[in-house]
Nanobody, 126 residues
Framework: QVQLVESGGGLVQAGGSLRLSCAAS????????MGWFRQTPGKEREFVAA????????YYADSVKDRFTISRDKAKNTVYLQMNSLKPEDTAIYYC???????????????????WGQGTQVTVSS
């Protein structure tokens, strides 16, 4: 069973930065892609960013492009989300996700992921 543990959330002022981390563990962790989604009360879960595990191709939501950067450390089974120039509208619970080995098509869609973390709160004050 794969477990995803997020860390790095918190409270930051608008314009500030945070870095989220997500460590994957399990008997033999293997993934085709990992990423981040976010959700605020009353809204649907929203894609933020994803990265293919093998080639490192990255994908971003338009709302975070040029502000957020996703990266991974294969040796540590960890994915990161560097968030810069944060805005109040970035406030949400951020969830780490992982997809089992297989095709990496449509990895901007939540249904393509097999594992979800518990989430970490990010709050951006104005």
């Amino acid at each position: 069973q794969v477990q995803l543990v997020e860390s790095g959330g918190g409270l930051v002022q608008a314009g500030g930065s945070l870095r989220l981390s997500c460590a994957a563990s399990g008997h033999t962790f293997s993934s085709s892609a990992m990423g981040w989604f976010r959700q605020t009360p009353g809204k649907e879960r929203e894609f933020v960013a994803a990265i293919t595990w093998s080639g490192g191709s990255t994908y971003y939501a338009d709302s975070v492009k040029d502000r957020f950067t996703i990266s991974r450390d294969k040796a540590k089974n960890t994915v990161y989300l560097q968030m810069n120039s944060l805005k109040p509208e970035d406030t949400a619970i951020y969830y780490c996700v992982a997809r089992s080995p297989g095709p990496t098509a449509l990895i901007t869609q939540s249904g393509r992921y097999d594992y979800w973390g518990q989430g970490t709160q990010v709050t951006v004050s104005s």
